[in-house]
């Protein structure tokens, strides 16, 4: 990668809040790190900068490269003007049954089953 273009994806990982607050935190690990002694924080955030941003612009160019050596998917291979083929899912063509309680008359006995005539 260029050096141009690095400092531009330095600038753009900057700017996004999140990266902000993993700094933040690592900064605040490296502070307790060394003890907790103060006087040191422009120091921690700049070693928490460099670490975090070296990580993520690692893991930038690896995505970058595993994204340039997949195969093309499936679906990108289907021939101009030829139909799809159906799915195998067969869709659902009722709703299921719903069922009705049916509640008990308030002055009803409930007789049970096995002294029923």
């Known amino acids: 990668m260029r050096i141009d273009q690095t400092e531009e994806q330095r600038r753009r990982l900057l700017s996004d809040e999140g990266v902000k607050m993993l700094?933040?935190?690592?900064?605040?690990?490296?502070y307790l790190e060394r003890g907790g002694e103060h006087g040191k924080d422009w120091e921690d955030w700049i070693l928490?900068?460099?670490?975090?941003?070296?990580?993520?612009?690692?893991?930038?160019?690896?995505?970058?490269?595993?994204?340039g050596s997949k195969q093309p998917e499936a679906k990108s291979l289907a021939v101009p003007g030829e139909p799809k083929r159906p799915s195998k899912k067969t869709p659902l063509t009722s709703e299921p049954k719903k069922r009705t309680v049916v509640a008990p008359k308030p002055n009803s006995?409930?007789?049970?089953?096995e002294t029923r005539p």
Do not use: C, G, M, N
């Not at 700094?23 to 490296?30: C, L, N, P």
């Not at 975090?52 to 930038?60: C, D, G, M, P, R």
């Not at 006995?109 to 089953?113: D, E, F, S």
């Open 23 to 30: 700094i933040s935190r690592r900064a605040y690990d490296i």
């Open 109 to 113: 006995k409930v007789i049970p089953k």
């Open 48 to 67: 928490a900068e460099e670490q975090v941003l070296s990580l993520l612009q690692e893991l930038i160019q690896r995505e970058i490269k595993l994204q």
